[in-house]
């Protein structure tokens, strides 16, 4: 809940009107979840355990030290003492009528009927007409045709390619073992770690910067919008990923600092921050020339893609400056690839939580709780983790014929702002966009 998004009187009533509606909203969603129980159609049970701590943070918490009366603890000098008092007590008095009450129904639903009684199974294909749900899925988030058994394929084939460079970054640091050996070196060495947060959320802004240097080499435009570098939620984090950007900000998880690793942390800030997530969704949504529903709208294997294709343009931008950071960025690109065989394991071959678990514990640098929580989410959300990989391919296949077919005339800055200037959309509809780009021959989307 940021402050920075109240700035006058109409910013607090709209709020005010929003708090109201959550019993409402609360309540359809109840509703919703009830019919999903009662024809079998759930998350599953093991994916659930502990996630009702977020609503228990709220239904618990007082009037006053609520969250959502946050905004309302700092108000902007332009608005008169005596209209902040009447807001301040109509924020009070919402988090008492609805914003309490609405959570503290949730989490008896959540505690007494729909974790409960939630499935059994992890895979999608065991839901109600599974097959064609997980199909439907699949076809959402990669917006490509692909079948289950084709991508756990693509997956497998990937794995074995990254795994073959994590072999010769063993060598080039003269580590004497197998790559398991290497993952819990990787996993253990006090090197590798901070001992605060603070120093964490440092070593983010830092890197960021370093992109900064290197902008105008790659990019012909830039977003106008900053972002803020911020710690995730306490109530949030422990079930987080390791971070998360979007327009204006890049949160970066500072819970169970062990797990989270400095060499991993370049690529995870070039994929959230700039170029990835902050610096994509700005530039898409400040495009006037776009559509209101392309400046806006998400589809994940373009966002997702773009944001992984930017962590390796990382090593081409010169950001990583070990061979373990390059290390950490082939272990997101595995992460990446594994997800493509994990996520059709669980949800089309019949996968146990723990096999999903230790192909990524073998096969990436992970630590035991990343692999938790991310296999979790895989259970959780079918198909979603198939969207990376795959976006990412198709934006290297795209890169790659342009420069083949341009030669001399191919200008890295043009082709990026050719797919940036797009907004969020399929594949195909970039595809479509790079053919014409080499017709053209390969200038720059915009005209200043």
Avoid at 267 to 284: C, I, K, R, V, Y
Avoid at 285 to 295: I, V
Avoid at 307 to 331: N, R
Avoid at 406 to 431: A, E, Y
Wanted: with cysteine; glycine share 6%.
């Amino acid at each position: 809940m940021s402050d920075q998004a109240f700035h006058t009187e109409q910013d607090y009533r709209h709020y005010l009107q929003w708090l109201a509606d959550m019993p409402r909203y609360f309540q359809q969603n109840i509703d919703n979840m009830r019919a999903g129980l009662k024809r079998g159609f759930t998350l599953p049970q093991i994916t659930l355990q502990g996630r009702d701590a977020t609503a228990a943070s709220v239904a618990n918490a007082t009037a006053a030290d609520n969250i959502f009366f946050r905004p309302f603890t700092k108000m902007p000098d332009t608005i008169p003492a005596p209209v902040q008092a009447e807001l301040k007590a109509a924020g009070l008095k919402a988090m008492s009528d609805y914003v309490i009450p609405a959570h503290q129904q949730v989490l008896t639903f959540l505690r007494q009927e729909y974790i409960p009684g939630a499935v059994k199974s992890l895979a999608a294909y065991d839901l109600p007409n599974g097959k064609a749900f997980y199909k439907s899925q699949i076809e959402k988030y990669t917006t490509l045709d692909l079948s289950a058994e084709q991508i756990h394929q693509i997956g497998l084939d990937e794995v074995a390619k990254i795994r073959e460079r994590m072999h010769q970054i063993m060598q080039q640091v003269g580590f004497k073992g197998d790559l398991k050996a290497f993952l819990d070196f990787l996993r253990t060495d006090p090197q590798f770690y901070v001992k605060t947060p603070q120093a964490l959320l440092d070593r983010a802004a830092w890197i960021a910067k370093e992109f900064d240097a290197v902008a105008g080499d790659w990019f012909g435009r830039l977003p106008r919008r900053r972002f803020a570098i911020v710690p995730v939620p306490d109530d949030l984090a422990p079930f987080y990923t390791g971070g998360r950007g979007g327009p204006g900000i890049y949160l970066v998880n500072t819970y169970n600092l062990p797990s989270r690793p400095l060499y991993s942390l370049p690529a995870l800030t070039l994929h959230e921050s700039a170029p990835g997530h902050a610096f994509q969704m700005p530039l898409a949504a400040e495009n006037k020339e776009l559509p209101e529903f392309r400046r806006n709208y998400y589809i994940s294997a373009y966002g997702e893609g773009w944001a992984l294709y930017c962590e390796k343009l990382g090593e081409e931008m010169g950001i990583y400056h070990t061979p373990y950071e390059i290390f950490g960025m082939l272990s997101y690109q595995m992460w990446r690839a594994a997800r493509l065989v994990v996520d059709t394991g669980i949800h089309a071959k019949g996968w146990s939580r723990k096999q999903a678990q230790d192909f990524m514990l073998d096969n990436t640098a992970l630590s035991v709780h990343e692999v938790t929580t991310e296999v979790d989410r895989y259970i959780a959300w079918p198909g979603q983790a198939l969207s990376y990989y795959l976006g990412e391919m198709d934006i290297e296949k795209n890169r790659a014929k342009a420069a083949k077919a341009l030669g001399s005339k191919f200008d890295i800055r043009n082709f990026h702002d050719t797919v940036l200037q797009l907004g969020s959309v399929p594949m195909k509809v970039l595809d479509a966009r790079i053919e014409q780009f080499i017709k053209d021959g390969g200038p720059s989307p915009y005209q200043d």
